[in-house]
């Protein structure tokens, strides 16, 4: 049985993590944790109450919690702030981690691959199966049309605060690196004004936010007289719930380190 831990417990993500954890045999929910800025939990709220179910687990808003709770892993889909806050717990009380939350910066990014010396971690902007198998479609995509342009689309919910979508950006890490470009150097965030033509080679990125769209991605390549377009389109969060539980099964057996969803799901 592995002993899970969640944090962001009333959160979009979290509340189908914590379903996941609850039908996953072999899966067992120790610790669920909210964010204590705000005043988002009943007193004594039970972690399943809003989902139709008794955890026996209460929603703790107190991260201090977590280090007696018995939990083997901690699943987090927060904000970078209360990522790096729960890495220092973890990393101080021997908790694997699967981070599932985007926009880290550069010197966040570093802080976790230090903690990845001292605890396994998974860090994985997009924890879906189709996700992580559309990457292997792309690498082969931008292989095969190598001269052809590439430009990212992405399309999420109106309450999204980060962009280009964590996702877009490893699928635009993915194709860079299947052409043997520095994806820094290729990457063009957002155009406006007069731009100038296209620079060959560049890979260019489109956020779109509104409503409730789960999580759209589609990457283009754009040739002469054609086309080709690849899409991943998310209809459900079930499916990133799903794999983070997956992930949270992996990593208690690894050894520190940084592991990614193609560890996870064999797809190296
Ligand atoms: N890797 C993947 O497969 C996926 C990743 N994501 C990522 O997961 C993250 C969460 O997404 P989503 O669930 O939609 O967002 P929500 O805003 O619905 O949930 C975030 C939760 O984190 C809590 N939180 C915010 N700041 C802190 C903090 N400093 N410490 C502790 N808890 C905090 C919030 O609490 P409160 O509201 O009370 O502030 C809220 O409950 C995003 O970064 C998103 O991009 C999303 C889907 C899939
Ligand atoms: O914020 C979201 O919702 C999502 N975030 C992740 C990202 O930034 O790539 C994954 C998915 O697209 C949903």
């Known amino acids: 049985m592995v002993k899970i831990a969640v944090a962001g417990a009333k959160g979009h993500m979290g509340k189908m993590i914590i379903d996941a ?6 899966a067992e929910l120790v610790c ?4 204590k800025e705000t005043d988002h939990v009943e007193a004594n709220e039970d972690a399943g109450a809003s989902l139709g179910f008794n955890s026996g687990v209460k929603i703790s808003c107190d991260n201090e919690t977590l280090r007696t709770s018995g939990a083997q892993v901690l699943i987090d889909f927060t904000r970078p702030e209360g990522t790096m806050a729960f890495l220092d717990i973890c990393k101080d009380a021997g908790i694997a981690m699967v981070i599932g939350t985007t926009g880290l910066n550069a010197k966040q990014k570093q ?6 010396k001292v605890i396994p971690i998974v860090f994985a902007p997009n924890m879906s199966t189709g996700v992580n198998v559309t990457n292997k479609l792309l690498a082969q995509a931008a292989k095969l049309l190598k001269d052809y342009d590439c430009e990212i689309v992405e399309m999420h919910h109106s309450r999204k605060v980060d962009a280009p979508s964590g996702t877009a950006i490893a699928m635009g890490k993915v194709i860079a690196e299947a052409r043997g470009q520095n ?9 406006q004004g007069h731009t100038g033509p296209r620079v060959p080679g560049s890979i260019g990125f489109a956020a779109l936010r509104g409503g409730d769209v789960v999580g759209d991605h589609q990457v283009i390549f754009a040739g002469p007289g054609e086309r080709i377009v690849i899409s991943h389109l998310s209809s459900s969060r079930a499916g990133y719930a799903e794999g983070s539980v997956k992930a949270a099964q992996y ?5 520190p380190g940084l592991y990614s969803m193609d560890d996870v799901l064999g797809l190296k």
């Open 32 to 35: 669920a944790l909210a964010h």
């Open 251 to 255: 990593v208690v057996n690894q050894k």
């Open 111 to 116: 802080k976790l691959e230090e903690a990845s």
């Open 183 to 191: 994806f820094e150097d290729v990457a063009v965030w957002a155009r």
């Open 21 to 26: 954890v609850w039908n996953t045999e072999g």
